[in-house]
Nanobody
Framework: QVQLVESGGGLVQAGGSLGLSCVAS????????MGWYRQAPGKQRELVAR???????NYEDSVKGRFTISRDDAKNTVYLQMNSLKREDTAVYYC???????????????WGQGTQVTVSS
């Protein structure tokens, strides 16, 4: 069993900042990538930012220059620092981990429960 627990969401005014964190625990052999997705009401879930082992990152175009993803491999934790927040960033943010639970297992995708981020004008 693998669990992802997010924290750090909340309400912030436009132009403000929030930080999210996500800890992966349980049966984990190795983590290939961790990332953040978001889903706004009436919209599909979309990738916000992703970081792979080795540190490579990719971002959704609208958050480039404003959001920063990082990870602490020793703690199986991924972070998302969100600056210059806009109303359109309002969504439920989900943590994702692509990992192997055992040395012989294939890669699997795991999700957190989601944390609400609301940006007010």
């Amino acid at each position: 069993q693998v669990q992802l627990v997010e924290s750090g969401g909340g309400l912030v005014q436009a132009g403000g900042s929030l930080g999210l964190s996500c800890v992966a625990s349980g049966s984990i052999f190795s983590i290939n990538a961790m990332g953040w997705y978001r889903q706004a009401p009436g919209k599909q879930r979309e990738l916000v930012a992703r970081i792979i082992s080795g540190g490579g990152t990719n971002y959704e175009d609208s958050v480039k220059g404003r959001f920063t993803i990082s990870r602490d491999d020793a703690k199986n934790t991924v972070y998302l620092q969100m600056n210059s927040l806009k109303r359109e960033d309002t969504a439920v943010y989900y943590c994702n981990a692509n990992l192997r639970s055992t040395p012989w297992a294939g890669l699997g995708n795991y999700w957190g429960q989601g944390t609400q981020v609301t940006v007010s004008s």
